[in-house]
């Protein structure tokens, strides 16, 4: 099992609790996104860099991943097709994408996305609170420490 990360929207700060959930449980993390990233140095954190454009990293991402891997991101397309995959995905706010809710997340981003083309402002996501880390980091280990019991 590893953990890959859609890394070009990923906040600093959910990054920075992944370095360390990598170095403390040996589980091997790689970053994708279309720009240089510098994490720590180790041999449990990787980078992979790829060309820019649409859906670039999503599609590496599904490519190289294997069932039982968890994908961090916050793209309900992408956790779509990890979940479809066999893998699990959980967004930055701590939240798991799963089989009984990304039917529903994926119609209520269609939803808000014809909003947005038809001219209605809906607004952005709200900003990432200490809660919303706390949250993270407490279902990422949850589930780190589920996956090294088996």
């Not at 510098?38 to 449990?44: A, D, G």
């Not at 701590?94 to 809710?101: A, C, D, K, V």
Request: glycine fraction near 6%; charged fraction near 20%; include cysteine.
């Amino acid at each position: 099992m590893q953990i890959w990360v859609d890394a070009d929207a990923c906040p600093k700060v959910i990054k920075e609790i992944l370095y360390r959930a990598a170095e403390r449980t040996g589980v091997l993390l790689t970053l994708v996104a279309n720009q240089p990233l510098f994490p720590p140095r180790s041999l449990w954190i990787k980078t992979l860099q790829v060309p820019p454009g649409f859906d670039v990293a999503d599609n590496e991402i599904v490519r190289r991943l294997a069932a039982g891997d968890l994908v961090v991101t916050a793209d309900i397309p992408l956790a779509a097709e990890v979940i479809a995959c066999g893998g699990h995905a959980l967004n930055p706010r701590g939240e798991f994408y799963s089989s009984e809710n990304i039917r529903e997340l994926l119609n209520l981003r269609d939803f808000m996305d014809t909003l947005r083309s038809s001219g209605v402002q809906t607004g952005g996501p709200a900003a990432l609170t200490q809660a919303d880390r706390q949250v993270f980091a407490n279902r990422l280990d949850q589930f780190l420490a589920r996956i090294g019991s088996r």
